[in-house]
Each structure stands twice: as structure tokens, then as C-alpha cells.
């Protein structure tokens, strides 16, 4: 299994400014995933983060709005770039082990006023 | 357009009672699905993994079976426990690296 942990756990933010959430693994992965979950919704896809390489985005996401980073193995940043209301959500990073499994982060709750 | 639903959506039940949640998947050529749970406000936590060569699977009250040619699995919980309120999700992932398509989710709700 691998543990995740993402910072901050929450946060209230003003509405165009940006947050970074970092997110630590405690193994060495090849890639990560980080996904949104809009108020009542399910888990979306944002972007597939893996180390040495650009993010691979979903559609409808783009780099400029959720630039993401990945300097190395066990660590990636996702930032949410010129917030508005509509940003609020939580966002979860996750990684896939050996035998498929997946694993997520406690979640980053943002409310953007 | 791969898609994931689940049903019922939402659901009541008293303590003690078997009950069983529902996910089906449009593309059945997968390579896991995977059950989670997720308190409100709160991350996900994994129940249980199928292989897509598995049939089913088991951890403690819960069992889980798949059947890909149908497009379907199935989530059993025996001998339900307020404590076991919380929404299920199931996902599907479609190749080894980790990447999942992930059903609306069953909120569930055990009265004492």
C-alpha cells in the first residue's frame, strides 16, 4: 500500500489568487493522478502528473488554469490558478500500486469566496 | 465513451440488513474495478480490488463480484452497521497505470 499525504486539508481562498496542494507519497511512483470532486459530485480526472514530463491533462482541463508539478518520485503540486467560486471543491491526489490498486490522499478542501 | 453508474443513488436501511449496491460499466474490456468508501468532507479509502481475471471478492462483511461480459459488479454488505453510512464509489480502470473512471456513487445511510 502507499501512504499520501496532501496539504493543506482545507482552505479558504479569495477569489483570484491561487493555491498550491502538495502532495508526498512515502514510496517512489512512477506517476500521479490528481482528481476534482465538485460539491455532490464524483471524482474527475484533472491530470495525470508523471515525473520528468509535462502533466498529460484531461479534457477540460488546461495547464494554465491547474499547472501541475512533479520534481521527483514521491512529490507533485497541483495549483489552482485565478480562483473563482466554481473552483470550490475537494481535490484528491493519487497513486496506483503494484497490483493495480489505487490509492488517494485525505483531500484538499477549497472554498473559494 | 467509457462510462461508469451506479444505483441506487441513494439508500436507507435499518441495522441488520443485507443490502447490495449496484455499478455498471460501459466498456467492459477492463483491467480492475475497484470499491471505495468516503465519509462526508474526507478522502476515499479502498474496500476492495477485482482483477479483471477475478470473479469476486471478500473482506470481512463485504464481497464484491464482477462480470465483465455483462458490464457489471455488485458491492454485498452483510449485517449492515450504522457505522457503514457513508457513500460507495466504484471505479474502473482500463489499463495498469492507476488512472480510474469513477461512478456517481451510493449514499448510504443505516439507521439504528
Known amino acids: 500500500s502507499a501512504v499520501i499525504s496532501q496539504k493543506p486539508s482545507r482552505d479558504i481562498c479569495q477569489r483570484g489568487t491561487s493555491l498550491t496542494i502538495q502532495c508526498q507519497v512515502d514510496?517512489?511512483?512512477?506517476?500521479m493522478f490528481w482528481y476534482r470532486q465538485q460539491p455532490g459530485q464524483s471524482l474527475t480526472l484533472i491530470a495525470t502528473?508523471?515525473?520528468?514530463?509535462?502533466?498529460?491533462?484531461e479534457s477540460g482541463f488546461v495547464i494554465d488554469k491547474f499547472p501541475i508539478s512533479r520534481p521527483n518520485l514521491t512529490f507533485s503540486t497541483l495549483t489552482v490558478s485565478n480562483m473563482s467560486p466554481e473552483d470550490s471543491s475537494i481535490y484528491l491526489c493519487?497513486?496506483?500500486?503494484?497490483?493495480?490498486?489505487?490509492?488517494f490522499g485525505q483531500g484538499t478542501r477549497l472554498t473559494v469566496v | 465513451k467509457q462510462e461508469v453508474t451506479q444505483i441506487p443513488a441513494a439508500l436507507s436501511v435499518p441495522e441488520g440488513e443485507n443490502l447490495v449496491l449496484n455499478c455498471s460499466f460501459t466498456d467492459s474490456a477492463i483491467y480492475n474495478l475497484q470499491w471505495f468508501r468516503q465519509d462526508p468532507g474526507k478522502g476515499l479509502t479502498s474496500l476492495l480490488l477485482i482483477q479483471s481475471s477475478q470473479r469476486e471478492q471478500t473482506s470481512g462483511r463485504l464481497n464484491a463480484s464482477l462480470d465483465k461480459s455483462s458490464g457489471r459488479s455488485t458491492l454485498y454488505i452483510a449485517a449492515s452497521q450504522p457505522g457503514d453510512s457513508a457513500t460507495y464509489l466504484c471505479a474502473v480502470g482500463y489499463n495498469q497505470g492507476g488512472k480510474l473512471i469513477f461512478g456517481q456513487g451510493t449514499e448510504l445511510s443505516v439507521k439504528p
Open positions: 493519487s497513486v496506483g500500486g503494484k497490483t493495480g490498486e489505487a490509492f
Open positions: 502528473a508523471n515525473q520528468g514530463s509535462e502533466a498529460t491533462y
Open positions: 514510496s517512489q511512483v512512477t506517476m
